[in-house]
């Protein structure tokens, strides 16, 4: 008969304690431990019992090699019919890897996945939903019309059945919708704890190893923005993915927390509508309002999202202060350095900024950190300080350095041709990134400056 015994969990961390701890030693948060009972089995029983050698497909018998002994292969990969997430994930699927695909509720994570199942009609796709039966997920799959005779529906909470069904079936990829949602025997906590997230996770990151069947994950998040569960299980997986956006609005970001398999600075753009979601190949033209007539406090900046460039559209308002301490906000953009562009502004331009209420927003609801539209937010300063407009054919791609003057950023040649590509007709750039740069291959006009004044000059 299988003991029984109890112990305590962090449900920030997963650490695990014999006894209750008001504060967790490992996080350092209060109040976070909860008593699970464990069952204590047999080590020669597991959830997942791969095929024996002859029988099945998913036999596997690895042996120790030496280091100089293994030969250098590049990563086999298997594309979607979804460019943007095979961007995201590195140009495909890795057989044998685990995916955990994170979000808020209503986001899009599962209607992104079932899009993904029927669309990989040459592979057998198992779709497991512990929180949908069959007949919804047929009615969603319907209202998008998307179909197909390899995409299986299986509604089960339970780990054990769940390998039963894939011994049967040995499907090419399998989704799990939600990992919250399942629970094993070899846990008796409830399900979506700290111990049955753990436990199923590393069952089917062990499933996904040996028989090289890649596994999609779908998490839930915290209030926090968090995903749910211990951090251990961003740890376990090889990729992980956030989709983020407002339920309002119908833009969808997939962005890269953490990739084994490639980089972790690509995101994938969606817009949600009626029959799904749709990929947007131009991400740029979205992120640029389109306005009839020029205004003051705007301006355009070229950025890079891993490999891809994005023309964003930075707005900035700047008024007398009114309310006696100025204010300094911003959104999308970190407020740290925007106090630092206004002290430049100030000390290097002699721009009286100090008595001055300064708002700032990154159009699209990105998150900004590339410091190349550095000189795009301080012309966006102090166009609306001035009350001049910029025209709205002219972008901007220079870090600003303490010093007031206008620094080289990497890869300027593809913020150049996403400039042109959408038909602006002037781009600043640091006269520092000229070296090895032919000017006269683009058709818009480039303008290499060293300072601040230079471009202020030009422009207000």
Not at 232 to 256: K, N
Request: aromatic content about 6%.
């Amino acid at each position: 008969m299988a003991k029984l015994k109890s112990s305590y969990f962090c449900q920030n961390c997963g650490a695990q304690s014999p006894k209750w701890l008001g504060k967790c030693p490992a996080c350092g948060q209060w109040n976070t431990y909860v008593e699970e009972i464990l069952q204590k089995e047999d080590k020669t029983t597991k959830s997942w019992r791969p095929a024996k050698e002859g029988t099945g497909s998913y036999s596997r018998l690895n042996q120790p090699m030496a280091i100089t002994a293994i030969e250098p292969r590049a990563e086999e990969r298997f594309e979607t019919a979804d460019a943007e997430l095979n961007r995201v994930l590195g140009s495909g699927i890795v057989p044998g890897s685990l995916v955990l695909i994170g979000g808020e509720p209503g986001i899009g994570k599962s209607t992104l996945m079932l899009q993904i199942a029927t669309s990989m009609k040459q592979l057998k796709v198992l779709y497991v939903s512990g929180e949908e039966s069959e007949q919804q997920i047929k009615m969603r799959a319907d209202r998008m019309q998307r179909n197909s005779p390899n995409c299986y529906i299986l509604s089960e909470t339970n780990l054990e059945n769940l390998f039963v069904q894939i011994e049967e079936m040995k499907p090419d990829l399998l989704i799990v919708d939600s990992i919250q949602t399942l629970q094993t025997a070899r846990a008796e906590s409830a399900a979506g704890s700290v111990s049955q997230v753990r436990e199923c996770t590393g069952e089917l990151m062990r499933f996904a190893k040996e028989s090289h069947v890649p596994v999609f994950l779908i998490g839930h998040i915290t209030k926090e923005g968090s995903l749910a569960g211990p951090k251990v299980l961003e740890h376990m997986v090889d990729t992980v993915l956030q989709f983020e956006g407002d339920r309002h609005m119908s833009y969808r970001i997939l962005r890269t927390i953490k990739n084994r398999f490639g980089s972790t600075s690509e995101l994938g753009i969606y817009e949600m509508t009626g029959d799904g979601l749709r990929e947007v190949s131009n991400p740029s033209e979205i992120l640029i309002s389109q306005r009839e007539e020029d205004l003051a406090g705007v301006t355009i900046g070229a950025m890079l999202e891993g490999n891809r460039p994005l023309m964003i559209e930075i707005q900035s308002l700047v008024s007398p202060a009114t309310y006696g301490t100025p204010q300094r906000s911003s959104t999308g953009y970190d407020n740290k350095r925007l106090q630092m562009l206004l002290a430049v502004l100030e000390k290097r331009g002699g721009f009286r900024l100090g008595v001055h209420d300064v708002f700032l927003n990154i159009a699209g609801g990105l998150k900004v950190e590339d410091p190349a539209i550095d000189l795009a937010v301080c012309s966006s300063l102090i166009s609306s300080l001035k009350d001049v407009s910029i025209s709205g054919r002219v972008a901007f791609a220079a870090e600003v350095g303490l010093g007031g003057e206008v620094r080289a950023v990497n890869r300027i040649e593809s913020r150049i041709s996403e400039a042109e590509k959408l038909g602006f007709q002037e781009i600043y750039i640091s006269k520092f990134n000229k070296k090895g740069l032919n000017i006269k291959d683009y058709q818009i006009k480039v303008h290499a400056v060293s300072k601040l004044e230079e471009v202020f000059r030009m422009l207000v």
